[in-house]
């Protein structure tokens, strides 16, 4: 790992004095959130622990009770889980884009904030396996799945590949993490016991060798490849559970790309919220700079035009023909029952983020981080307008059930096991940065022009010279 | 004389029984020590008997009795269904008045009740400007069935004689199928005993065997959790009796026979199959989805009763 092509413009303005410095205040600003946790970060964590707890109660209810407490029925047979499932897998995306494709594509900029990009990826994906474990009737009999599973059901290619795409996450989370996990081992020599040995453990005895360095370099750079169609086909097979179905809305050839442009469009908005977050809360003012925002809001103008044109072959097509059964469900959608959310989710989620984010002022933190708030949001409601107003329009008329039956609003059970899913997210988000940096320090270091694999090798170099 | 028949027939059964349940592999002792296990009191009169393999084998008397169950069907043996039927469903759209008694009867033999119907009486009308009719909607037993297609553990499944079954201990409900399935005709156990008619007693059973044996075929066994759905009454078809649906119908709307006789019989009428379908231009709902189903419609044409609204709501609370 020689080679200069991402190296910044200023590498060779620093003196090596500049560059010890630069190496000391990074990691001093990098560790600073692990030693303590202040009133705000307690609260925060008191409170995420308190909804998913709540969540949990809700989940006891309903395996004790079955799945009647839901508002699910015989029609929308699937609900608010599924659609939250759906969510959390085109979160889970991000973490293929801005780790794996911006670094292919010899962008620099991105690397202060792969390891939020990971983090998300992971922490979502670990959450749609949970809901779809709470979407099931008989979670008892989950090994079933692997005793009686069927190759041809789109559910088991699910399993394979969201397994698959948890477990190359992981390791694209720990890998870089290595250095950083070492440096925790090193410097938080005060922190309880069980602490330090998960360091030491993790580590994996990490001394920044030039042979771990190139060890870890070739690894990242193998799964920055397979993380790529792993991603694809996540999202891909989560669209086919709709697409290979022959319900009107669902039967779609779009589906694919649709879902997967969908996905990273609400993916980079979630890293953008965390990038903001975590800036103001752990002081990365220095690393988490202004230039990200900026390049992250031009990413999801790029995204949100995508997924626009993605929108309009999925919408404006079958409406130009108006067909049967699913004439009436884009009259639901876009004069009806579904309207007013139908087309605050377009306008506010697609439409609106796409034009304002043109302008450089709105690039900027602050309002960057409101809009891909809206974005985030639109895309939740985007996934429960993909799942529930098909299911309650089939083609054959709803007649001779209960008047419950043709509507779906989800009781609070489902709001409240939903609500635990998006606490648990941002708990591990939460607990993870507590416990190991959140941006890499090498890699930051490298886009500044510095290679911490150089200098944490003096001796060898002098041996060299 | 009389007991000798008696035991003729038995054994004959029991034979029967051996062949269907036990298959080839069951060795002589493995039965006799089965049966033993049994909780019966046993006569002490022991009876020889020829197991399918040829072996001679002394089972007391009382166990035989115990066995004597057509439609103790294994699981294995549900799966691949009736030897040489194909099940076949036909609907006289003239003939159905909306009397509700198909949901009655279908009710009553699964020990169902509201909310839960197997089969349902819907209100139709084609356009604006056509008539409407009412039309009972049972499952399909599609050809084609998208439901059991994505089924990721096997636990629909499509059979030789054509029907569409569910194993209640299998399902882990995912609820796939039922969103895989374009006409809605797959219902849910939301919660225990969802459904279930109160008075669970044998009364209604093809044979009462059926009710105390825990078979794919009987579909007594739903579970909280899990999906069921119109199984086209295969236990009352081992016992050479028509679906209830069918018998209950006092208008003879529903024909119900196999398609490799080329007959259907509502009990009362019989038909050639392909002769009623050409000559009454029968069709099958939506057949542009492609997915081939068992049950055929006999256009609302030349109708027995005119179309009256329904004048109560039906199943109108859980």
Same mark, same amino acid.
């Given at each position: 790992?020689?080679?200069? !092509? ?8 620093? !003196?090596?004095? /500049? =560059? +010890? ?37 809700? $989940? ?17 047979? #699937? ?31 991105? +690397?202060?904030? *792969? ?71 090193? =410097?938080? *020599?005060?922190?309880?016991? #069980?602490? +330090? ?15 771990? #360095? ?23 097979? !989560? ?5 290979? *179905? ?39 003012? =220095?690393?988490?700079? /202004? ?71 709105? +690039? ?19 996934? $429960? ?75 060898? /170099?002098?041996?060299?010279? | ?181 374009? &006409? ?98 029968? &069709? ?11 049950? &055929? ?22």
């Amino acid at each position: 790992m020689h080679t200069n !092509t991402h190296l910044g413009p200023e590498y060779n303005a620093l !003196t090596d004095e /500049e =560059k +010890r410095q630069h190496r000391i205040e990074i990691r001093e600003v990098v560790l600073r959130p692990l030693k303590h946790t202040g009133l705000p970060g307690k609260l925060w964590i008191a409170f995420l622990l308190l909804i998913f707890f709540i969540g949990c109660y809700a $989940y006891y209810l309903q395996l004790k009770n079955g799945l009647k407490v839901t508002a699910m029925r015989d029609y929308a047979s #699937w609900g608010l889980y599924i659609s939250n499932f759906v969510f959390f897998v085109a979160i889970s995306l991000v973490g293929a884009l801005i780790s794996s494709v911006l670094r292919l594509t010899n962008f620099d900029w991105y +690397r202060p904030i *792969t390891r939020i990009a990971e983090i998300i990826a992971v922490s979502a994906i670990v959450f749609a396996g949970l809901i779809i474990i709470v979407d099931m009737g008989r979670p008892d009999r989950v090994l079933n799945l692997f005793v009686h599973g069927r190759i041809q059901s789109p559910i088991v290619w699910d399993v394979i590949v969201v397994s698959t795409y948890l477990a190359t996450s992981l390791l694209f989370l720990y890998f870089p993490l290595l250095p950083g996990i070492a440096l925790c081992r090193d =410097k938080l *020599t005060e922190k309880p016991k #069980w602490q +330090r040995w998960m360091y030491k453990t993790l580590a994996l005895g990490w001394n920044g060798s030039h042979e771990q #360095w190139k060890i870890m370099k070739r690894s990242i750079g193998i799964i920055c490849i397979l993380i790529i169609p792993l991603a694809i086909s996540i999202h891909t097979v !989560t669209a086919w559970l709709f697409a290979t *179905t022959l319900r009107p809305g669902w039967d779609s050839t779009n589906f694919g790309p649709y879902f997967v442009a969908g996905a990273f469009q609400a993916g980079t908005a979630a890293v953008i919220i965390a990038m903001f977050v975590f800036r103001k809360a752990y002081s990365l003012q =220095k690393y988490l700079t /202004e230039v990200h925002f900026n390049q992250m809001g031009k990413l999801l103008v790029f995204l949100c035009v995508i997924y626009a044109y993605f929108n309009l072959n999925e919408y404006l097509v079958p409406a130009y023909k108006m067909r049967g059964a699913e004439g009436k469900l884009l009259n639901d959608l876009f004069t009806g029952h579904y309207a007013p959310l139908y087309w605050s989710v377009q306008l506010f989620g697609m439409a609106l983020p796409a034009v304002l984010l043109l302008w450089k002022k709105a +690039r900027k933190p602050l309002p960057i981080a409101i809009i891909a708030l809206f974005v985030v949001v639109a895309a939740w409601f985007k996934r $429960y307008l993909i799942v529930t107003p098909i299911m309650l329009h089939p083609y054959t008329p709803i007649q001779s059930v209960p008047a419950n039956w043709a509507v779906y609003f989800p009781s609070w059970i489902e709001l409240a096991i939903v609500s635990a899913s998006l606490a648990g997210v941002l708990l591990i988000i939460t607990i993870f940065s507590k416990l190991f940096p959140i941006i890499s320090v090498w890699e930051t270091l490298e886009n500044e022009g510095i290679e911490l694999e150089e200098m944490d090798n003096p001796k060898e /170099e002098t041996e060299k010279i | 004389m009389e007991n000798t028949n008696n035991m003729n027939n038995d054994r004959r059964k029991f034979l029967k029984f051996g062949l269907l349940a036990g298959g080839a592999t069951l060795a002589g002792l493995g039965i006799q020590k089965a049966l033993r296990a049994d909780t019966i009191p046993e006569s002490g009169k022991k009876v020889k008997l020829m197991t399918a393999d040829g072996k001679l084998v002394e089972v007391d008397s009382n166990h035989m009795k115990h066995h004597i169950a057509e439609g103790s069907v294994t699981n294995a043996e549900a799966r691949i269904g009736i030897e040489g039927k194909k099940l076949v469903m036909v609907i006289d759209l003239a003939r159905c008045a909306n009397a509700r008694k198909c949901v009655e009867g279908c009710q009553k033999m699964h020990h169902k009740r509201a909310p839960v119907e197997w089969i349902k009486v819907k209100k139709m009308q084609d356009t604006n400007d056509s008539a409407p009719y009412w039309m009972a909607q049972p499952c399909f037993h599609c050809d084609n069935p998208p439901c059991t297609k994505v089924c990721p553990v096997d636990a629909t499944f499509k059979r030789q004689d054509g029907v569409v079954l569910i194993d209640n201990e299998r399902c882990i409900g995912c609820r796939f199928c039922m969103a895989a399935c374009p &006409y809605n005709a797959r219902v849910f156990n939301w919660g225990d005993k969802w459904g279930e008619a109160s008075d669970s007693t044998a009364a209604g059973c093809a044979s009462p065997d059926n009710c105390s044996h825990n078979s794919i075929e009987t579909s007594l066994q739903d579970k909280m959790g899990t999906v069921s759905k119109c199984d086209f009454c295969v236990d009352m078809v081992r016992a050479k009796k028509l679906p209830d649906c069918v018998t209950n119908c006092p208008n003879g709307t529903l024909f119900f026979g196999d398609a490799n006789e080329d007959i259907v019989t509502n009990g009362e009428d019989t038909f050639r199959l392909s002769e009623l379908i050409k000559d009454r231009a029968g &069709y099958r709902y939506l057949e542009e989805l492609g997915t081939e189903p068992r049950v &055929y419609y006999l256009p609302p044409v030349e109708r027995n009763f005119p179309f009256e609204e329904d004048k109560v709501p039906h199943n109108t609370s859980e």
